[in-house]
């Protein structure tokens, strides 16, 4: 399952490297709740294996896009079964300030430039 989610940096941690073969990284970023900033999401993603390097150019409190997949575990140890969630990202980008767009009225119109009224012998019915 593919989601994405933008928000901005406040925690990276350093690459873990559980063993030989698996290594993770996680971050969490602050997402805005635009109702009550009160109430702002603050969500856990991990980067695996050579995802790890995606936030070597990602700095502190820079606003990003993150791309990744919801994946569901399970797990049994000694006849107790326990349930993981992870959200791993695969793509990470910086998403650029929003210029403001001053936008202008269009000019008033002239007089000149409305159309004369169709003569009666004019109309197409």
């Not at 109430?39 to 820079?62: H, P, T």
């Not at 993150?66 to 980008?93: A, D, H, M, P, S």
């Not at 202008?104 to 004019?122: G, L, R, S």
């Amino acid at each position: 399952m593919n989601y994405e989610v933008t928000g901005r940096l406040i925690q990276k941690e350093d690459t873990q490297r559980i063993s030989d073969r698996f290594q993770k990284r996680e971050f969490v970023i602050e997402v805005e709740n635009e109702k009550n900033p009160q109430w702002n999401d603050f969500v856990k993603i991990q980067l695996i294996q050579d995802r790890c390097d995606l936030l070597e150019n990602i700095q502190l409190n820079e606003e990003i896009k993150v791309y990744f997949n919801l994946r569901g575990r399970k797990w049994e140890n000694k006849g107790q079964v326990t349930y993981f969630t992870n959200l791993e990202g695969w793509r990470i980008e910086k998403v650029q300030p929003q210029e403001s767009a001053v936008q202008t009225a269009p000019p008033p119109y002239k007089i000149e430039d409305i159309p004369p009224m169709p003569e009666a012998d004019d109309l197409p019915f």
